[in-house]
């Protein structure tokens, strides 16, 4: 049996709660790195959080003093200072892995050595109109430009339509480290949460996202109309990229179905991940539990990813009013089999990620006409 361990996590937002409640339930401590009341540190009562920002090398050298094993709960960290602290504690997933995981340019650098088919994409150095204009004639229009770092919820990403919308893309994307992508025509986005273990690379079933304003809205497990042999070969793709980079823990993988069943990476993400928040209810293990596990070296039964009941996810994102996240709850409440998780962030923004809801059912079309009442209402408070 293990002896009290303390797994120190770099980020204290919802997915920072969602690993809390599952260390909770194997009797290890997490210690959060994050501002004081953040939504993990609410539900987990101890001395051994620390105050401050993973931003920080001071703040994170002292998580890592207090730990056995530090994690991250989020992709913008500071990998210097995690380098520093990594001759000391074991970081989970290696630092290489999350500095080259949260620059999307260098990850696809890397990702294209292991023949991972991504969309085409270009570098910009300059940010000038002329190189973006030269780069729009070789990739074409529509095309993706998008920030290398710091992106999430689409935010660093910008459609040029046209040569006429340069100006406006660059302004949009100013002073960040740009490049552009082809546009990927897919018939739907899919995802696979993969589990990374000392010395096995798992995965869950693959997964149907739907994003709205480029933010992930609902995610179907399994994914709806996709054949026994697309799921696996998604699977297989996420498993192979996740293959390419060092350390143990859970990877999101987002990926494009293109009309002609071919599979192309769009990102991946070297955590826990929205994608994969059904496994809590559709799993016997959840994302979280098996991120606890792979980075603490104890046993993930394989046949305990698999899933239990066709699961939907439904993202409550803050609407026009603080108090819409409330209303949706308020609606999810008598909705059957759903799963309520509210994440204790305060006040709603427009577009902050409050809580989700999750139902399953024994087939994916009762799981849909239960859900549907909900996204009706989440609908008409979009902000
Ligand atoms: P996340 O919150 O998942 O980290 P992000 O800000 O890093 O998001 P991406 O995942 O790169 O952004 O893109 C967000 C969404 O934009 C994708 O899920 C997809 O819907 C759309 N998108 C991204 N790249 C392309 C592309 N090359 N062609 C068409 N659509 C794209
Ligand atoms: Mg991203
Ligand atoms: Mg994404």
Not at 139 to 160: C, E, I, Q, W
Not at 351 to 361: E, L, S, Y
Request: with cysteine; net charge negative.
């Amino acid at each position: 049996m293990w002896n009290s361990p303390k797994v120190g996590i770099l980020g204290g937002g919802q997915l920072g709660r969602m690993l809390v409640e599952s260390a909770n339930r194997l009797n290890i401590q997490a210690n959060i790195l994050d501002v004081d009341n953040s939504p993990a540190k609410q539900i987990s009562s101890h001395d051994g959080h620390v105050t401050g920002s993973f931003k920080e090398p001071e703040a994170v050298r002292k998580l890592a003093d207090s730990c056995d094993v530090i994690t991250a709960e989020i992709e913008h960290v500071d990998t210097y200072a995690l380098e520093e602290v990594a001759s000391k504690v074991r970081v989970e997933p290696s630092w290489q892995a999350i500095r080259t995981i949260q620059n999307k340019f260098d990850q696809k650098e890397h990702l294209r050595k292991y023949d991972i088919p991504m969309a085409d994409h270009r570098e910009l150095s300059s940010n000038a109109p002329e190189e973006l204009a030269k780069i729009g004639e070789q990739l074409g229009y529509p095309m993706m430009l998008k920030s290398k770092t710091m992106a999430y919820d689409g935010r660093g990403n910008f459609r040029v339509n046209s040569k006429e919308d340069i100006p406006e893309a660059l302004e949009a994307l100013k002073d960040r480290p740009l490049y552009a992508e082809k546009w990927a025509y897919f018939k739907m986005e899919l995802a696979v949460m993969v589990i990374k273990t000392k010395d096995d690379v798992l995965s869950y079933p693959t997964v149907e996202t739907v994003q709205e304003d480029s933010i992930c809205k609902l995610v179907y497990a399994p994914a709806r109309n996709v054949s026994d042999a697309i799921n696996q070969k998604a699977q297989a793709l996420a498993r192979k990229a996740v293959s390419a980079f060092k350390g143990k823990g859970a990877f999101g993988v987002e990926m494009f179905l293109l009309e002609d069943n071919s599979l192309m990476l769009c990102e991946l993400a070297s955590r826990i991940h929205n994608s994969g928040h059904w496994t809590i209810e559709g799993c016997a293990l959840s994302q979280f539990d098996s991120h606890i596990r792979a980075i603490m070296d104890l046993p993930i039964p394989p046949k305990s990813l698999e899933l239990r009941q066709p699961s939907i996810m439904l993202n409550i994102i803050g609407g026009a009013t603080p108090d819409s996240h409330l209303k949706a709850t308020e609606a999810a409440l008598s909705i059957p089999n759903a799963s309520i998780h509210l994440y204790s962030k305060g006040d709603a923004k427009p577009g902050r990620k409050m809580g989700h809801v999750t139902v399953t059912a024994a087939t994916m079309h009762e799981a849909e006409t239960m859900i549907q009442p909900l996204i009706n209402v989440v609908d008409d408070m979009r902000a």
